[in-house]
Nanobody, 118 residues
Framework: QVQLVESGGGLVQAGGSLRLSCTASGRAFSPHAMAWFRQAPGKEREFVGTISWITGNTYYQDSVKGRFTISRDNAKNTLYLQMNTLKPEDTAVYYC???????????WGQGTQVTVSS
């Protein structure tokens, strides 16, 4: 089945930038949408943003609007999260996800740690 492999996490100073990648492999990949979620220590997983695979339309959580950009390369089956002007509050494990139905995200990556120092 579909597998999602993430990369790009690491340490960065506040105000810096980082780009996360998530590549899908397995069966023919044609999701309705892909998304990024994150989970900070001691907190529940939260939605970051999503992108329509066909149209490229995006939607973001208010706290990251203007700073984060989601994009995708359909030919490479790859999802990206460009994170600019990072804040310590952005520190979390970031997960990519894909869905082939509107109800739920069926496929998840393993998560990649992003740590932003103050």
């Amino acid at each position: 089945q579909v597998q999602l492999v993430e990369s790009g996490g690491g340490l960065v100073q506040a105000g810096g930038s980082l780009r996360l990648s998530c590549t899908a492999s397995g069966r023919a990949f044609s999701p309705h949408a892909m998304a990024w979620f994150r989970q900070a220590p001691g907190k529940e997983r939260e939605f970051v943003g999503t992108i329509s695979w066909i149209t490229g339309n995006t939607y973001y959580q208010d706290s990251v609007k203007g700073r984060f950009t989601i994009s995708r390369d359909n030919a490479k089956n790859t999802l990206y999260l460009q994170m600019n002007t990072l804040k310590p509050e952005d520190t979390a494990v970031y997960y990519c996800a894909a869905r082939d139905r509107p109800e739920a995200y069926d496929y998840w990556g393993q998560g990649t740690q992003v740590t932003v120092s103050s």
